[in-house]
């Protein structure tokens, strides 16, 4: 039987578990995704549809962009746009604002 002591000391419990399984190993973002498609988000930025995004330029990417949170050399990393999830560094997506 659940009580409701073990179900409040459950909840924080699960909460935590949560945010760490967020930051040890989100998903990365599946470019099928509506949100990716959206924003035009590939995975790989060398895929980008040229005619569709003219102001891709090459050497953008995720990992050169303001909005990435991961670190360099890292493979993938948080962005903002994907709550939750990574990007891939090499990835690109039509939100690209070059790092200052
Ligand atoms: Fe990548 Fe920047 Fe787009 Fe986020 S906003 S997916 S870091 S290009």
Request: hydrophobic fraction near 40%; include cysteine.
């Amino acid at each position: 039987m659940t009580t409701r002591r073990t179900f409040i000391q459950i909840v924080p419990i699960a909460g935590i578990a949560l945010l760490a399984a967020q930051r040890a190993g989100a998903a990365e973002v599946d470019p099928k995704d509506p949100q990716a498609v959206a924003l035009g988000y590939v995975s790989d930025a060398s895929k980008v549809d040229k005619a569709k995004y003219p102001k891709f330029a090459a050497g953008q990417n995720c990992a050169t962009c303001q909005l990435y949170q991961g670190k360099a050399g890292d493979a993938s990393g948080g962005c903002p746009l994907f709550a939750g999830k990574t990007v891939a560094a090499k990835g690109w997506c039509s939100a690209y604002a070059k790092k200052a």
